[in-house]
């Protein structure tokens, strides 16, 4: 089993759609997660970073955290189609932590 | 600002050749990591590196070397490269706790 879960879709929506995306993983000792963007043949960027528990909102996008339950979602309002890219999940154990452990992402295509 | 840049971006090879992809970073970041990126497995952390002169495998090490003779660069060597090697190779850097910052990424066939 791997250390983290991802649905890799792939996920096709309309423009103006909320578009849900999440992740399960199994090592209790995650307290920082990331969620990144991938355009097509690029390298991925920082969509979101998040610690422990919680919300937290940019703009169209809210990260959430449950920990108790080992899951994390994204959220993207009001798509576009310039929001149409892989999202991959990351997590680590601590802030010095030399790894991170991601997802294999979930490829979003979102029809004008 | 060019962050991380890898050369080349794009390869192709014969079986049992032997070739070097380097990576450059310009943020003066401590961290740096090889990963390679197939469909349906995401990114697998090859190598990487907690400072000059230093280096640790990842999780999928076998059939690769890697270099840090200078703060900002990190190289990756196929000594005798295997089809299963075709792959994304992307190359990131990190200051310490948080952001990882990712080059383009470099397309490698092995024929």
């Known amino acids: 089993q791997k250390e983290v879960e991802q649905d890799p879709g792939p996920l096709s929506v309309p423009e103006g759609a909320i578009v849900s995306l999440n992740c399960t993983y199994s090592?209790?000792?995650?307290?920082?997660f990331m969620w990144y963007r991938q355009y097509s043949r690029k390298g991925p960027e920082l969509l979101m970073y998040t610690y422990s528990s919680g919300n937290k909102e940019d703009g169209r996008f809210t990260a959430q955290v449950d920990k108790s339950s080992k899951y994390i979602s994204l959220f993207i309002r009001d798509s576009q189609p310039s929001d149409s890219a892989t999202y991959l999940c990351a997590m680590s154990a601590g802030s010095n932590d030399y790894k991170l452990s991601f997802g294999a992402g979930t490829t979003v295509t979102v029809r004008a | 600002n060019a962050g991380v840049t890898q050369t080349p971006k794009f390869r192709v090879l014969k079986t049992g050749q032997s070739m070097t992809l380097l990576c450059a970073q310009d943020?003066?970041?401590?961290?740096m990591y090889w990963y390679r990126q197939d469909p349906g497995m995401g990114l697998r952390l090859i190598h990487y590196?907690?400072?000059?002169?230093?280096?640790a495998k990842g999780e999928v090490p076998d059939g690769y070397n890697v270099s840090r003779l200078k703060k900002q660069n990190f190289l990756l060597g196929l000594e005798s490269a295997a089809p299963s090697q075709t792959s994304v190779y992307f190359c990131?850097?990190?200051?310490?706790?948080?952001?990882?910052?990712f080059g383009e990424g470099s397309r490698l066939t092995v024929l």
């Open positions: 990131a850097s990190r200051p310490g706790p948080g952001e990882l910052f």
């Open positions: 943020m003066n970041h401590e961290y």
């Open positions: 590196s907690v400072g000059e002169g230093t280096t």
């Open positions: 090592n209790s000792a995650f307290q920082y």
